[in-house]
C-alpha cells in the first residue's frame, strides 16, 4: 500500500515545477511577481515529498515500483530512502535560505522551477537502483550503522 506512494516522491517536485513552468510560460509578467506563493509552493511539494520518504524509511519498506507500464522502475530500499532523504534535506534547506536571502528579481521563480526539477531528478536517480547508487552503499551502509547504535 505504501510501496504504490512511492511514485510521488520524486513525482511531486517534479508536477509542482512543470505547473509552475507552465504559468510561467502562458502568464510571464503575473508569475514574476508572485515569487513568494510559487517559491513556497515548490517548497510545500518537497516538503511533502519529504515527509513521504521519512515514513517508507521508518516503516522499513521496500521494493520494487513500476511506473509508465513497467518501463520505469522505482527501487525502494532503506539505502535508497536514506539517501534520497539527505538529498531532500539539502535542497530542502537551500530553497529554505533562497526564499531567505536572495533578491526577488527576473528569473527567480525560474530559478525555483529548475530548483524543483532538479530535486525530482535527483530523487529519480536514488531511486534508480543503476550501478553508479551502489558505488554509494557502503558509505550509506556505515551512517546507517552508526544512526542505529545510537
Known sequence: MLLDLAWLIPGLPIIASIFIAVLLLSFNKTMNRLTKPVSYF?????????IINFI???KNIAGNDLLFGGKLELVVDRSALLSAESIGFVFLLIM???VAKLK???GYVRYFVFLGLLSGCVYLFSFSGSSFHYFFDPLLSSLEKTAITL
Open 96 to 98: 529554505l535560505f533562497s
Open 42 to 50: 515548490i517548497i510545500i511539494s518537497l516538503t511533502f515529498s519529504e
Open 104 to 106: 526577488r528579481r527576473s
Open 56 to 58: 517508507l524509511f521508518k
